[in-house]
């Protein structure tokens, strides 16, 4: 922006009067100007103020407020347009003095009311009591108007009386603090020789001009719970305690922050907040056609300052339940948040916030010309040049095409989030409802088979017999009607998306995909949230189709976890899917958070495994992973999860004797081998090196609480089931061991399957000297010389082999991947007998590269065939590709045609043979 083109005085017919009433005024005025604004001392100015009398006598508080005001509002008018001021120091400043106001004439005035009726005392608690004076709006968020109202709520811990003294006449605490919030309102608002400091609006508070000046907490209380409006949570969204005491601001805090920030992601705001901008907008629609000259509002109009600060709010109510950091008040900083979090692109927040600054510039520049509460472009021409002016802008029409540009830029992003898809589709010729009331009508089955028979449905009366069934189910006939419409909506754009996905995808059935998307619909319909969010972006529906359609096992965990909705909005999380650090730092910060809060620290853990995984399972669904890949993927995050909650349940132990623990968690099985599935179980065992003699039962207790952190059932599902049978004696054994006692017992008392089980482990989290003690005591146990006893070593793998075999017979015609003969545990058992037989001749061995990369090893130092090494791998990669896809659509037996093994298991069982006999 240019600077600006004629001075402060000229530009404002307000600073003009102020300085022509008292020409003493301009040195004072030009002392408060060389200033930068956020280092005023409103105390010691208001002083000044009240002491300038050249009598000697003293100014009362409310004429050198006022005077401090008027003083206050030229130095920003100077500063402002001359350059030496931003928007920022513009709105902090008179942020700062609004609360100084406040809080001045608060103290004061409960002087003078506890003088005369005594201190109010709560009734349950028997504390006195402050009055809380909430500041909403844009005072709340620190970017108050130069000549702005403040919008105010008073506040009361408890109900009781005052303690009054002789003299004294008691009152309720109820009418105390009605009297008190009148008398700070006049105060500060009453038109005096002086002008006002500020105007006042209590409009905001519960019930409105009709409810009482001051309520108690728990009128707040069961006034948001019963009767809150969702316009409501918009505003107190910007809340802001200016005085109070600090534990009642907190059970304040605790009362407003759930009715406004919900635990779920909250769609439904789209809707709420879309009908109150409409009503907004017909207002002022209606203003410009009464009073034409009224044009171009920069704060309600088309593309104005509050639809940018609705665009920064409705993410807030949409997802500050479960990001704190969202709850910020002030607009700009969250528009930056949105940024961080990916939640708009970079360079639309920062347009955004370029039309914010200059909407907000020429708003004050409006209200500079009077120091009037004004936001439209004045009507004289003189005046609307001097605004040009003032922005720096040589003339009106520059000023109105920069005005327009902005606008514009600002209503394209709003419509974006907040046009009516329904109304969008308009002129749109909708199909004929199959789902609805209508459904359960038998005459009216046979016409609506044939609509799906029309659309492509492999299996029309079995289709329409399971809308009918849905319709009627007691889960959908209580639902609100509001509900019912918008799902029997969604239920009916999906049809053809269903005809369409099976058809391009070429695989699935129409009977099998609705069946899905039923279920998954009955399970959220009484979360209006989820089905507003489906209705507000289209595209996430047709995604949640293309999902359960190629995945059965990804429908029921959509379904069992509907929060991942959220997941499927865009593709902004698939970029960092592979930046563990990010995922590490975000969900650290978050459970730093909640400290202090397990359950919720629990959920926390469970909501960010379950979006990591949705995420892959979404690129694995595309293709975009091979079964070795996801496996890492899930390996890896895995990881991370054991390495929090370890750290977090250490926490949770109350006589801790130290604050780092040495303890670590050993993995085995498939986390052990980065082999991980998206249901797999979590074998691990714990170990310890700690001399104190309060280690071995803190161990313990962490041991046990890591457990239960993993597997406790909450509202967001759970993280693991924990397998702790390969531990030092199994079952049987300690829960946790030393480092020495698990050296002592791999060298003298495991078993050889035990031995087996090692080739697999891994460090997975804790004390790294720990893990690094235990990679020592595997490479040592893995490369013992068992060259003396190789009989033994095959007949123990082979009797084990065998016991497995017995434990899961065969009934099925069909191969089962894992347990047949040639199938996937062969080859675990052939590779675990190869590095147990040759490690201590070839240590590479020893190396957790995973089953295939150790055959091929195997193959190259001669201690195998070659070929059948290649063979075997290749049978091990395809087995494991099969048993992911026979999983991804919901079989718990991963068994498959034996055609499509046969000549892969062949070679397993001709590997076996020749390492076995």
Known sequence: MEPPMNSAASASRFLQRWLGADPARAGRLAAMAELSLSSIDFGAALEAEAAALPNGARLPMERAMRRLRNLLICAIIERDLSGRADLDEVVTAMSRFADFAVQSHLAELMAEMTAIHGVPIGAESGRPQQMMVLAMGKHGGGELNVSSDIDLIFVYPED??????????ALSNHEFFVRLGKKLIAALSEITQDGFTFRVDMALRPNGKSGPLAASLNMVEDYLIVQGREWERYAWVKARAVTGDPEDIAALDAIVRPFVFRRYLDFGVIDAIRTMHAQIRAEVNRQERLHPERSHNVKLGRGGIREIEFLAQVFQLIRGGRDPALRERSTRKTLRLLAERELLPSDTVERLLDAYTFLRNLEHRLQYIEDAQTHTLPVSPEDRLAVARMMGLPDEATLLARLDEQRVFVAVQFDAIFADKAADKGEQAEPAAAFGPSVSDPENSGAIAQQLAGLGFDKPIDAAARLAATWQAPRLQTLPEASRNKLAALVNTALPQIATVVREAGLGSHAATLG???????????????LSLLTEYPHTLERVIRMINASGWAATFLTQHPILLDELLDDRGNAATEDLPLLAATLAGHLDAAAGDTERQLDILREAHHAQMFRLLALDLAGEFSVERLADHLSALADLIVHEVVQRAWLTIPKRHREVPRFAVIAYGKLGGKELGYV??????????????DAPGNYAKLAQRFITWMTTHTPAGILFDIDTALRPDGASGMLVSTVGAF???QRSSAWIWEHQALTRARFCAGDAAIGARFEAIREEVLRQDRSGRERELREEVVKMRKRMHDAHPSLSE??????????????EFI????????SYQHPQLTANKGNIALLRMCGELGLIDPALAQGAADAYRLMRKLQHQVRLQGQDNARVDPALVASHAERVVRLWHACFG
């Open 743 to 745: 050296e002592r017992y």
């Open 680 to 693: 797999s179980d979590l074998d691990v065992i714990f170990l310890y090196d700690d001399d104190d003699q």
């Open 831 to 838: 590779v675990q007998y190869l590095v147990l037989r040759h």
């Open 814 to 827: 069909r191969f089962d991947l894992k347990h047949n003969d040639g199938g996937m545990i062969d080859i």
């Open 160 to 169: 009781g009386d005052t303690q009054a003294g002789p003299g004294q006449r």
């Open 516 to 530: 899905r998307l039923l279920d998954f619909f009955e399970a959220i319909a009484r979360r209006s949230a989820y």
